[in-house]
């Protein structure tokens, strides 16, 4: 199946955070653990989706001291089937917003549901880590706990997956107003072979517009140059 899914990079009033806990951070070998997703509309919390998930195998020490999740918290929950089937039922057609999710919690998640249960997640999603670039250039650090100690957001919990997601989606929130506000002169430039927002990149020629959607879109675009 043709995979649709972009990387965009604006502000929406309806969207679904989410996070997931995992044994490990490589993705194709390790496991979801937990996941967690929180549907917003009209930028108000609505529902909230949780779960722990029974990788079937054992969770490492590692995994155990970053999240707090052991053998025994796993031991009745569902499979991983089961989990993704009510995730994908719960988000539906949505557009997902989460932290670092470009390079780790897609690939989970869509890695999960190919081989579990043979399909495709299509939904467009949103990378605050990318926002929190963009809007807050200044920070010398981009975890979740940065910008959410930046906002004088509560970072009790984190590294759960519910937690997490309760304090992302207070962050893309905040986020969001400061990017309104750096858009209201500076349109949107889409990318012309898939349709995505583009980027400023620097590269061995100097700044260019590249794809946001980079590395599965290649797109690229030049700088007009203000002439004198």
């Known amino acids: ?66 999240n707090g999740i052991t053998d025994q918290m796993v031991k009745e929950a569902p499979d991983l089937e089961q989990a993704l089937n009510g995730f994908l039922d719960f988000i539906g057609d949505d557009i997902l917003v989460g932290h670092n999710i470009h390079t780790f919690d897609m690939h989970f998640i869509c890695n999960g549901a190919r081989n579990a249960l043979e399909k495709e997640i299509e939904n467009d999603y949103i990378d605050t880590l990318y926002m929190a670039r963009e809007c807050l250039p200044k920070l010398s650090h981009y975890k979740l706990t940065d910008i959410s100690e930046y906002f004088q957001i509560s970072t009790e919990g984190a590294h759960r997956a519910l937690n997490d997601c309760v304090m ?35 590269g061995t020629y100097g700044e260019f517009y590249g794809c946001s959607n980079y590395p599965r879109c290649r797109g690229t675009r030049k700088l007009e140059r203000k002439t004198i």
């Open 1 to 66: 199946m043709e995979n649709k899914r972009r990387r965009l990079n604006r502000y929406v009033a309806d969207y679904v955070v989410f996070d997931l806990e995992t044994t490990g951070i490589h993705r194709d070998l390790d496991e979801i653990i937990e996941i967690s997703a929180i549907r917003v509309r009209n930028h108000q919390i609505d529902q909230e989706y949780s779960t722990l998930v029974n990788p079937g195998r054992h969770i490492p020490a590692g995994a155990t001291a970053v």
């Open 168 to 202: 992302n989606q207070k962050c893309y929130e905040e986020l969001g107003k400061i990017m309104q506000k750096m858009k209201k002169d500076r349109p949107d430039i889409l990318c012309p072979k898939c349709g995505s927002e583009m980027v400023k990149r620097r």
